[in-house]
């Protein structure tokens, strides 16, 4: 059975009634631009609708290499904060205690993530590991007004991603409100909201900039996404620049293929990326 159920859209709440009707409010942030306008634009329903003391900002580490490169782009969890405080929202870090992404391909999973080979990347290292903070909140929640945590209404949380229909098909499949039943229990309720599911990419950095808060530079660099520099669903082109970018890390997926004998992506290996690079590096010097 589908757990997530779809709001029908007719007699859907508007934005501002969205976030004054959660107990809990969580954003999680990636520090991407995405994340970045998203965060923007509930920071402004939320003061608008005088609940701003419920949000908190929820970023998840992926970790770094056994050598220590970090999988993100350098500076991302520390860009992630600071976004968090400009808005002086409580900021959360989580990370994966069993380990970070490179040491779960590794150790436990043994191929790379990907279409047709699921997305335990997402719902390991992100998804599980924000549910936790949510439980934690909830449970505060509940104490903060003298309440027993698994007795009476359920804490009503509202979840925010910064998902864009623009970016693949599988999220323009996504509906902007889903009541996650597989996260709800005696203790809370999920909502999963996408708030700018149908923004454009120019709205996003319309948005950005007109906030003033800093965003990532790798995208000055030429990035369109962050999260994983090197991420299994992102552009050729992307990869390509990310592997000139970080060749370290590029190094270590490569050496990682030839470890476990399995292809970054089946229509491209980490070993083709590097290559590539090295080959815009020579015209472009
Ligand atoms: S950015 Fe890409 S590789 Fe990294 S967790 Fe997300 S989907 Fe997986």
């Known amino acids: 059975m589908n757990q997530l159920q779809l709001v029908d859209f007719t007699s859907a709440p508007s934005p501002c009634d969205m976030v004054r009707a959660a107990d809990v409010i969580v954003v999680n942030s990636s520090a991407g631009k995405d994340s970045q306008a998203m965060l923007d634009y509930v920071a402004e329903l939320a003061a608008e609708a005088g609940v701003s003391d419920r949000v908190t900002v929820v970023h998840n580490d992926l970790g770094t290499t056994d050598t ?14 600071r976004q968090a405080e400009h808005y002086g929202f409580p900021f959360v870090i989580t990370r994966r205690e069993k380990g970070g992404l ?14 047709g080979l699921g997305r335990w990347c997402t719902s390991d290292q992100k998804t599980s590991q924000a549910m936790k ?16 945590v698994y007795s009476g209404e359920p804490v009503k949380v509202l979840y925010c991603l910064g998902l864009r229909a623009q970016e693949s098909p599988g ?4 509906p902007v409100i889903e009541e996650d039943h597989s996260a709800w ?38 990035m369109t996404r962050l999260s994983c520099s090197l991420c299994v669903l992102a552009s050729r082109d992307d990869l390509i620049r990310a592997a000139r970018l970080r060749p370290d890390l590029a190094a270590e997926y490569a050496a990682l293929e030839t470890e476990l004998d399995h ?21 472009h010097s």
């Open 263 to 283: 292809q970054f992506r089946a229509d491209m290996s980490m070993a083709d990326i590097i290559a590539a690079a090295s080959e815009r590096q020579k015209e």
């Open 171 to 174: 999220r323009a499949r996504k």
């Open 133 to 148: 903070v949510v439980t934690r909140l909830a449970k505060e929640h509940k104490r903060s007004r003298g309440l027993k």
């Open 102 to 115: 490179y040491q779960q391909l590794r150790n436990e999973r043994l191929k790379f993530p990907g279409p």
């Open 68 to 81: 220590g490169i970090p999988i993100e782009w350098p500076g991302t969890a520390d860009l992630a904060r």
């Open 185 to 222: 229990s005696d203790l809370r309720t999920v909502t999963r909201w996408n708030p700018i599911l149908h923004w454009t990419e120019t709205e996003v950095w319309d948005r950005i900039k007109a906030s003033g808060v800093p965003y990532h530079p790798a995208y000055d660099e030429g």
